[in-house]
């Protein structure tokens, strides 16, 4: 694994303004807010990932201090947290993203148009607006019931809007076609090709979320004559394997295996899984251009097959791609760029993030820095959290909304959607919307980071994250990024083995349990602490350094201020809305800067 600086990550709040409305940016921007971006953007913004990171505790390329400007957007990231939900765990609250993002798949569905998903949601400048497009049916669809179900089973809740559910499971079914089983999307499928095969996944996810947590019989069927029909495109002549529409489909079959338990879902899944174990060996480099995504999906579905199927070949050759290929489209602390362009998405990180879960669970641990990097960092700066960033204009002049485009309540539906990124701009003004697709890599990502946050098992207690986190055997209080604390009552008499990041000098480490002090003991990455009594609380504390990296990204050098492991500033700076600036850490809490 190649040896990256941990970094961690905020969300970010900023003006973003959709493309020929740049000029209002002036009554929206302080002053010198203004001054500061234009004296921090200059040079051009690259097209092609570049080198990683370089590092320096010195002060030759240190970042301009933003605090004086960053400070006029305090109030600013204040009234947006008191506009949310409030969190309920210290730190990052992962649940609380979910929850959102949650919310954001069934508050997006257009009851003027029987429930299609609104692709495009334009929620920067005015007036804020949410659009259909071709993709809405059914490959949003599949998505949107995908990520419904993840957030059920993190929160083991149903959500509150069942009709959504119902009108999404209509035009999921009505999308099914009864001569070949497969979901058709004729405005978008190319002369020759009779089947959009990029959307499979997302339906048969659909298909087996309605049949698991629905128990939906219809649903079922569908689902298994999709199987039968795949088994047998699997075996003609003329079949051409393609991750960028075959290899992608692989996670869904294995859910679908774990719902259903079918002797032709795991032919299809052996047989996927062999194709593309053939098509990573033979990689030299990452495609390009290519559909990131599905070539990112692909790898990540590869471990998990290798994974659950205790065939560690699987697991060898996706990990080579990740330790190798991979780092063409990758960024230290998140970002993925999205074919031949630094334009990132949700779903790339997504895809990082699951592999690099799975392989720090069950290869190297080393890996779960990477994922929390990812997580911490560019994950949740993708998510749209800000309703105010839409230019508020009196409901009466607002254009009527009709069966393409909606403006009620636009800016406030959007909430909790993914956005393109770039690596210092939460919108690339070729694609200033949010698209409704994203929500599903995000919210995988985000469900897998929460599973994996902590482990219960017989022998004793793990935390593999640093993420704060409820449960009846453990409580994690994380104050990250706020400062280096973690808090945990353990309510199991067992030994507890807590990952210490790499970045963390080890000397630096302090522990106490129940008042007193523990000796330091390690077993690779995790400190291991002996078995306390239920309800001991114990604390483990470590300095936040200063440091100051530079990283190029496509023919870009960014300079990059840290606080332990939180990324405080990047320079340059993106000119729609910067991701990381001082202000969006109060999100999180406030920053001991001492």
Same mark, same amino acid.
């Given at each position: 694994?190649?040896?990256?600086?941990?970094?961690?990550?905020?969300?970010?709040?900023?003006?973003?303004?959709?493309?020929?409305?740049?000029?209002?940016?002036?009554?929206?921007?302080?002053?010198?807010?203004?001054?500061?971006?234009?004296?921090?953007t200059?040079?051009?913004?690259?097209?092609?990932?570049?080198?990683?990171?370089?590092?320096?505790?010195?002060?030759?390329?240190?970042?301009?201090?933003?605090?004086?400007?960053?400070?006029?957007?305090?109030?600013?990231?204040?009234?947006?947290?008191?506009?949310?939900?409030?969190?309920?765990l210290?730190?990052?609250? *992962?649940?609380?993203?979910?929850?959102?993002?949650?919310?954001?798949?069934?508050r997006?569905?257009?009851?003027?148009?029987?429930?299609?998903?609104?692709?495009?949601?334009?929620?920067?400048?005015?007036?804020?607006?949410?659009?259909?497009?071709?993709?809405?049916?059914?490959?949003?669809?599949?998505?949107?019931?995908?990520?419904?179900?993840?957030w059920?089973?993190?929160?083991?809740?149903?959500?509150?809007?069942?009709a959504?559910?119902?009108?999404?499971?209509?035009?999921?079914?009505?999308?099914?076609?009864?001569?070949?089983?497969?979901?058709?999307?004729?405005?978008?499928?190319r =002369?020759?090709?009779?089947?959009?095969?990029?959307?499979?996944?997302?339906?048969l996810?659909?298909?087996?979320?309605?049949?698991?947590?629905?128990?939906?019989?219809?649903?079922?069927?569908?689902?298994?004559? *999709?199987?039968?029909?795949?088994?047998?495109?699997?075996?003609?002549?003329?079949?051409s394997p393609?991750?960028?529409?075959?290899?992608?489909?692989?996670?869904?079959?294995?859910?679908?295996?774990?719902?259903?338990?079918?002797?032709?879902?795991?032919?299809?899944? %052996?047989?996927?899984?062999?194709?593309?174990?053939?098509?990573?060996?033979?990689?030299?480099?990452?495609?390009?251009?290519?559909?990131?995504?599905?070539?990112l999906?692909?790898?990540?579905?590869?471990?998990?097959?290798?994974?659950?199927?205790?065939?560690?070949?699987?697991?060898?050759?996706?990990?080579?791609?990740?330790?190798?290929?991979v780092?063409?489209?990758?960024?230290?602390?998140?970002?993925?760029g999205?074919?031949? =362009?630094?334009?990132?998405?949700?779903?790339?990180?997504?895809?990082?993030?699951?592999?690099?879960?799975?392989?720090g669970?069950?290869?190297?641990?080393?890996?779960?820095?990477?994922?929390?990097?990812?997580?911490?960092?560019?994950?949740?700066?993708? %998510?749209? *959290?800000?309703?105010?960033?839409?230019?508020?204009?009196?409901?009466?002049?607002?254009?009527?909304?009709?069966?393409?485009?909606?403006?009620?309540?636009?800016?406030?539906?959007?909430?909790?959607?993914?956005?393109?990124?770039?690596?210092?701009? *939460?919108?690339?003004?070729n694609?200033?919307?949010?698209?409704?697709?994203?929500?599903?890599?995000?919210?995988?990502?985000?469900?897998?980071?929460?599973?994996?946050?902590?482990?219960?098992?017989?022998?004793?207690? =793990?935390?593999?994250?640093?993420?704060?986190?409820?449960?009846?055997?453990?409580?994690?209080?994380?104050y990250?990024? %706020?400062?280096?604390?973690?808090?945990?009552?353990?309510?199991?008499?067992?030994?507890?083995?807590?990952?210490?990041?790499?970045?963390?000098?080890?000397?630096?480490?302090?522990?106490?349990?129940?008042? $007193?002090?523990?000796?330091?003991?390690?077993?690779?990455?995790?400190?291991?602490?002996?078995?306390?009594?239920s309800?001991?609380?114990?604390?483990?504390?470590?300095?936040?350094?200063?440091?100051?990296?530079?990283?190029?990204?496509?023919?870009?050098?960014?300079?990059?201020?840290?606080?332990?492991?939180?990324l405080?500033?990047?320079?340059?700076?993106? =000119?729609?809305?910067p991701?990381?600036?001082?202000?969006?850490?109060?999100?999180?809490?406030?920053?001991? $800067?001492?």
């Amino acid at each position: 694994m190649k040896n990256v600086p941990t970094l961690f990550l905020m969300t970010v709040v900023c003006i973003v303004l959709p493309t020929g409305q740049m000029p209002v940016i002036n009554k929206l921007i302080e002053s010198e807010d203004r001054q500061l971006i234009a004296q921090v953007t200059d040079g051009p913004a690259g097209e092609s990932m570049g080198t990683g990171p370089s590092e320096s505790n010195g002060e030759d390329h240190s970042p301009a201090d933003l605090a004086p400007a960053d400070a006029q957007r305090v109030s600013r990231v204040q009234a947006m947290i008191d506009r949310l939900p409030p969190k309920q765990l210290a730190g990052v609250d *992962l649940r609380w993203h979910a929850a959102l993002a949650a919310t954001y798949a069934t508050r997006v569905l257009h009851e003027q148009s029987g429930g299609r998903p609104l692709y495009a949601n334009f929620v920067w400048g005015a007036p804020a607006h949410l659009d259909h497009s071709e993709w809405d049916v059914p490959h949003c669809v599949g998505r949107l019931l995908h990520t419904i179900f993840l957030w059920e089973d993190l929160a083991q809740q149903r959500v509150q809007d069942e009709a959504a559910v119902k009108a999404l499971r209509k035009l999921l079914h009505e999308s099914i076609s009864t001569e070949d089983h497969f979901a058709h999307f004729p405005k978008y499928c190319r =002369t020759s090709e009779e089947i959009d095969w990029h959307s499979q996944r997302e339906v048969l996810f659909g298909l087996v979320g309605l049949a698991r947590y629905r128990s939906d019989d219809r649903s079922r069927q569908f689902a298994k004559k *999709l199987i039968t029909a795949y088994l047998q495109l699997l075996g003609r002549d003329d079949f051409s394997p393609n991750p960028q529409l075959h290899g992608r489909m692989l996670d869904a079959v294995l859910d679908y295996n774990r719902t259903l338990d079918d002797e032709t879902g795991r032919q299809v899944a %052996q047989k996927l899984a062999d194709l593309f174990l053939i098509w990573c060996d033979g990689q030299k480099s990452f495609p390009s251009p290519a559909h990131n995504h599905s070539i990112l999906g692909t790898i990540a579905n590869l471990i998990e097959f290798g994974i659950e199927t205790d065939q560690p070949r699987y697991v060898r050759s996706a990990q080579r791609m990740i330790d190798g290929p991979v780092y063409a489209v990758r960024t230290s602390f998140g970002h993925v760029g999205e074919g031949a =362009t630094v334009r990132g998405e949700a779903n790339c990180t997504g895809d990082l993030i699951r592999a690099l879960l799975m392989l720090g669970r069950h290869v190297d641990p080393r890996y779960l820095d990477d994922a929390e990097i990812a997580i911490r960092n560019h994950l949740l700066a993708s %998510q749209h *959290l800000d309703s105010s960033l839409a230019l508020s204009l009196p409901r009466a002049e607002l254009p009527p909304d009709d069966v393409q485009r909606v403006y009620t309540n636009a800016a406030e539906r959007a909430i909790g959607g993914f956005a393109f990124t770039l690596p210092n701009d *939460l919108v690339d003004a070729n694609y200033p919307h949010l698209a409704v697709d994203l929500v599903e890599g995000g919210m995988h990502a985000l469900v897998d980071a929460w599973n994996h946050t902590t482990d219960v098992a017989f022998k004793g207690l =793990t935390v593999h994250l640093l993420f704060s986190r409820k449960h009846p055997s453990i409580e994690v209080r994380s104050y990250l990024p %706020q400062k280096g604390r973690l808090e945990i009552v353990v309510y199991r008499q067992c030994p507890l083995r807590v990952r210490i990041p790499t970045s963390v000098e080890r000397n630096s480490l302090r522990i106490i349990a129940a008042g $007193n002090a523990v000796e330091r003991r390690f077993e690779g990455t995790y400190a291991i602490i002996p078995p306390q009594k239920s309800g001991t609380q114990i604390t483990l504390t470590f300095p936040l350094s200063k440091k100051q990296t530079t990283e190029t990204i496509g023919d870009v050098e960014y300079q990059q201020e840290w606080i332990g492991d939180t990324l405080r500033s990047m320079n340059p700076l993106g =000119t729609n809305a910067p991701l990381y600036v001082p202000s969006r850490l109060g999100i999180y809490g406030e920053i001991d $800067n001492r």
